[in-house]
């Protein structure tokens, strides 16, 4: 099984839906973070969480929002989508406050927007 | 000014060869980390290899490296003996430590390089 599992892994949808993007971890890790990545860019930082109480923004938090609902679990939703929020989106964990704790990434979720 | 900066767009090599992939980077901190990651064409990111500001060696992994010079703020990707396998998006990443209430945490990536090995 996945150390960092997303669900769903891809989702087409119409402009204005509410969508949630869930990703759970089984490798114990305190921080969660949520990214996007648009075609030929790297990927930018949306929202993240040092722990179940503690939820900041990223650079590009902009219509969307976040939910720590346990350790384990850190979701993304967009509350009314648009069609530049189509990309790949990204859960990653990390162990740890230090810059040497490298990220894990789950595999992506695709999501097109209409 | 980019943090992170990958100046190579795009790299075709022969298969077997070596390949070193650019990576540039800005920070005022003196703690932080590099990263290099893969992305294949099926997307998932893969973790390859790691350089603390501190190390004083290069790290390496396998058949990867990273040829770090501090002064030149320049952390390098080294893969020797290229496989067809390697064909991928690679991306330079750095992490300066952050803190609950204190400074933004998360990588920032550099734009990728895409490396295509050809037999």
């Known amino acids: 099984d996945a150390d960092v599992t997303q669900t769903p892994r891809n989702r087409i949808t119409k402009t204005g839906k509410r969508i949630m993007l869930e990703c759970s971890q089984t490798?114990?890790?305190?921080?969660m973070y949520w990214y996007r990545q648009d075609p030929g860019l790297g990927l930018q930082l949306i929202y993240y969480?040092?722990?179940?109480?503690?939820?900041n923004k990223g650079e590009i938090s902009d219509g969307y929002s976040v939910s720590r609902q346990a350790q384990a679990k850190f979701s993304l939703s967009l509350e009314s989508a648009i069609p530049n929020q189509t990309a790949l989106y990204f859960c990653?964990?990390?162990?740890?406050?230090?810059?040497?704790?490298?990220?894990?990434f789950g595999d992506g979720t695709r999501l097109s927007i209409l | 000014a980019q943090k992170i900066t990958q100046t190579q767009p795009g790299m075709f090599v022969q298969e077997k060869e070596a390949v070193t992939l650019d990576c540039t980077y800005d920070t005022s901190d003196q703690s932080y980390g590099l990263f290099w990651y893969k992305q294949p064409s099926s997307g998932e990111m893969i973790f390859l290899i790691y350089?603390?500001?501190?190390?004083?060696q290069n790290a390496t992994e396998g058949r990867y490296s990273l040829n770090f010079q501090k002064a030149r703020k320049s952390a390098n990707l080294v893969i020797s003996a290229s496989q067809l396998g390697d064909s991928a998006m690679y991306f330079c990443?750095?992490?300066?430590?952050?803190?609950?209430?204190?400074?933004?945490?998360?990588?920032?990536f550099g734009k990728g390089t895409h490396l295509i090995i050809q037999p």
């Open positions: 990653a964990t990390s162990d740890g406050q230090g810059a040497d704790q490298p990220q894990h």
């Open positions: 969480s040092f722990d179940v109480k503690d939820i």
């Open positions: 490798k114990g890790h305190d921080r």
């Open positions: 350089q603390g500001s501190y190390d004083e």
């Open positions: 990443a750095m992490r300066e430590p952050a803190y609950s209430g204190g400074g933004a945490d998360g990588l920032t």
